[in-house]
């Protein structure tokens, strides 16, 4: 538009400019006009007009020129305007479309509420299907980034035939110090560290060994709607009829371990083979290889810990989002007898006899242990553990009981005594009178051996119940937790081994009632470190007799047998002399005089057991304080380290005299252990 308007202008100009050089009266045709005039005034004229027509040219071609323009610029304003034309069709287009939308959105809009709700769920389902699809873009490239990770370091697990197999365990060489020797390897038997008296306890030790040494193998895979697993676990802690430490260690290959499990996608699961009890402790709910252990060296774990490891049948069941389990196991029983004074009879050439039996030596064709000295015992029905495991999202908290059953064979009359009262003269000239209510097992007067008649299986009931619970603290830096068992007959699921029965006047097997308790703290300062603390006790009660009879025949020669009347008794023969005893667990009038004394020893490789000395264990007591550091844990398995020290004291019941014999040992055990990753 601009310069149209100069080219207006500049027209404007030009023709102002001609018509003031055009005199106001002038005719426009001067040639026609004038006549023929002077030649100078002709000249004049012609060089005026040349001088005008040249003017006039170069103002036609300046106009042609600006026309030129002009046209361009008209040209250029009528594209425009088709621009401007088609862009406000394809506005109208889009405020059509626009339109139609907003009335399709407006409709859709004000169709029901339902519609909106499922908008806004989908738009929910969409934002949630994003995140998934990033997470799952996440684990995609981690996991690609896991498979380019170099060949060296493997698959966790081995995939063979649809099973996948996971190989585990550890390399241990490890060492204990005792303060007082037991004559033991790593493994400490807790109920038998040396009184004062005896001469192991003159002595410390150190053992240097590597039978912890373990080898574990997990066997993985799915069956439909179960999860069927697999797991072996063993270590050198076994001892064969050739083993020695002399110059080559050569130990067992035992068993810890070996069981099979299916467990079902409801929750249900049953387990069977050699396992660790239901009474054992778990970190969570009821699983196999759960089990909340001590971080122990000692493979005897630590006094007051509840536990065995046999063969078993378990069930478990998980409810309320396994928030809840229960469990049941039927397991191997086992019987261990303590105390002392039973019934016996010796006759004169030595031999002996005895009014009950309980366990019997290991049958090697039957693949039992011949040389082990405690045999097995012959019971009547397997252990029952029931258990109920709480998981509420803080802690873990159980509780548990235990039936056992005991059975001995009973011999009324294997152990002779009189049948009548006299006095006699032994062969040494002494004299023993014979009182007290016959016992008639056989029908002489004087009974002079012993006899089977009359014998009788009795059985017995024992078990018990605890409770446990473990809270992690300071997010999750430490980790506190007791637990507690009481009952009779449950000496031998506490790690000191106390016993579970003892035998009455009679035979028959009376429980021990017992009672088992740890405190457990366990610090977790950083990933490589733990530092952890035990405290723990285990208690047997007094099971207390007396009536017990030692009888040893010998030979006497009666004279004037006062009292006695009628047939005459049997003169220059063998007879029964009956001495009265005391036993039992704990017995009050236990002689104890000797727990402080030493002795001699019989011979070069049997140092003395001490003095007389009946004291049985009435409470054991070990506090321990440990730790771990892991030098290295990753691909490549795991090094760690660690040192652990125990205070041990077993004190016994007191006897005659009121004197209570007390052991007291100090224990430092390390380990440096290769994990397999």
């Excluded at 005719?27 to 002077?38: I, L, T, V």
């Excluded at 001892?239 to 929750?267: H, K, P």
Aim: aromatic content about 8%; glycine content about 10%.
């Amino acid at each position: 538009m601009k310069k149209l308007a100069a080219l207006t202008l500049s027209l404007f100009l030009t023709t102002g400019t001609a018509l003031a050089d055009t005199p106001k009266d002038a005719d426009p045709n001067p040639a026609k006009a004038a006549g023929p005039a002077k030649p100078k005034a002709a000249k004049k004229a012609e060089t005026s007009d040349a001088a005008i027509s040249a003017q006039i040219e170069e103002l036609r071609q300046a106009l042609q020129s600006q026309q030129e323009e002009l046209q361009l610029l008209k040209e250029e304003l009528a594209k425009r305007d088709r621009q401007i034309d088609a862009a406000r069709e394809a506005a109208a287009a889009a405020n059509a479309r626009a339109t139609e939308a907003s009335s399709k959105a407006t409709e859709v809009a004000n169709t029901t509420a339902e519609v909106k709700s499922e908008a806004v769920s989908l738009n929910s389902s969409v934002s949630a299907l994003k995140a998934s699809n990033e997470a799952l873009k996440t684990t995609v490239a981690t996991g690609q980034a896991e498979a380019q990770k170099p060949s060296e370091e493997g698959p966790t697990t081995i995939r063979y035939k649809g099973v996948s197999l996971t190989p585990g365990g550890f390399i241990e060489a490890a060492s204990v110090y005792r303060q007082r020797a037991e004559d033991a390897d790593i493994n400490t038997q807790l109920n038998a560290i040396p009184y004062p008296g005896v001469a192991l306890g003159k002595v410390s030790e150190n053992v240097f060994s590597a039978r912890q040494t373990r080898a574990t193998l997990l066997a993985e895979s799915k069956v439909g709607p179960a999860k069927i697993s697999g797991y072996f676990e063993m270590d050198f802690l076994g001892a064969g009829t050739t083993s020695n430490n002399r110059q080559s260690n050569s130990y067992v290959f035992r068993q810890r371990q070996l069981w099979a499990q299916a467990a079902f996608d409801s929750g249900f699961s049953i387990t069977g083979g050699q396992m660790w009890s239901l009474a054992t402790e778990n970190r969570k709910g009821i699983q196999n290889r759960g089990e909340a252990l001590p971080m122990m060296v000692d493979p005897q774990y630590v006094v007051g810990f509840t536990w065995q490891r046999a063969d078993a049948i378990r069930v478990t069941q998980t409810l309320l989002e396994n928030k809840v389990t229960l469990g049941v196991s039927i397991e191997g029983p086992q019987t261990t007898l303590g105390g002392r004074g039973f019934s016996a009879f010796t006759n004169a050439a030595g031999a002996t006899s005895q009014n009950f039996w309980y366990a019997a030596p290991g049958n090697g064709g039957g693949l039992n242990n011949a040389f082990d000295p405690t045999g097995y015992a012959q019971t009547k029905a397997p252990d029952v553990v029931f258990k109920a495991a709480l998981d509420p999202g803080f802690g873990h908290y159980e509780i548990f009981g235990i039936l056992s059953q005991f059975r001995a064979r009973i011999y009324p009359c294997a152990v002779v005594s009189a049948t009548a009262t006299g006095l006699v003269t032994n062969a040494d000239g002494s004299t023993t009178n014979f009182t007290g209510a016959p016992i008639t097992c056989t029908a002489a007067p004087l009974a002079t051996a012993p006899t089977a008649a009359g014998a009788f299986n009795d059985s017995r009931t024992g078990g018990g119940g605890g409770a446990s619970f473990r809270v992690p603290l300071f997010s999750k830096k430490l980790d506190f937790g007791v637990k507690g068992v009481y009952g009779d007959g449950i000496g031998r699921f506490g790690s000191a081994q106390l016993p579970d029965t003892t035998a009455r006047p009679d035979g028959t097997l009376a429980p021990i009632r017992a009672g088992h308790g740890l405190g457990i703290l366990e610090l977790h300062p950083s990933p490589k470190l733990d530092i952890f603390a035990y405290g723990g006790a285990e208690y047997a009660a007094r099971a207390a007799y007396t009536g017990y009879q030692t009888v040893k025949i010998t030979t006497v020669s009666i004279s004037n047998p006062n009292g006695v009347a009628g047939a005459p008794i049997l003169v220059n023969t063998t007879v029964a002399r009956s001495v009265s005893g005391i036993g039992g667990y704990g017995n009050p009038a236990a002689n104890n005089s000797g727990c402080s004394t030493e002795v001699s020893p019989t011979n070069q490789l049997t140092p003395s057991a001490g003095g007389t000395c009946a004291g049985d264990s009435r409470i054991v007591i070990e506090g321990t304080l440990g730790f771990w550091h892991k030098i290295y844990q990753g691909p490549k398995g795991g090094v760690r380290w660690g040192v652990t020290y125990s205070y041990l004291t077993r004190t016994g019941w007191s006897g005659a005299a009121g004197i209570a014999p007390k052991a007291v040992d100090n224990m430092v055990w390390t380990s440096f252990r290769y994990y397999l990753p």
